[in-house]
Nanobody
């Protein structure tokens, strides 16, 4: 019903930058929160950043000042600009969206992107 397609990611050196993008398509009336999770090998999946429909943002403490989340409601996209990358940022990153499918709906459904690898290494 809804597909989230991710792009970006890859390899960066410590202190470098990467930009992740995610586009939602399908039966979408509106999207509440959009965000980014990450999961490193052997670790729990964690919320990195999220952004509300009105543009209010949240950041995990360890990425504050380094990462910036943004969204384009006209195109149903969310991006994560990652600067000053550290080795501990290495993980698979997943985008997520809370989708309202039609005007009559009073609920939303979570959708997930396919994930993209981010590796920070010298």
């Amino acid at each position: 019903q809804v597909r989230l397609e991710q792009s970006g990611g890859g390899l960066a050196q410590p202190g470098g930058s990467l930009r992740l993008s995610c586009a939602a398509s399908g039966q979408i009336f509106s999207i509440n929160h959009m965000g980014w999770y990450r999961q490193a090998p052997g670790k729990q999946r964690e919320l990195v950043s999220s952004i509300s429909g009105s543009g209010s943002s949240y950041y995990k403490e360890s990425v504050k000042g380094r990462f910036t989340i943004s969204r384009d409601n006209a195109n149903n996209t969310v991006s994560l600009q990652m600067n000053s990358l550290k080795p501990e940022d290495t993980a698979v990153y997943y985008c997520t969206a809370e989708v309202v499918h039609s005007p009559g709906d009073t609920w939303f459904e979570d959708y997930w992107g396919q994930g993209t690898q981010v590796t920070v290494s010298s």
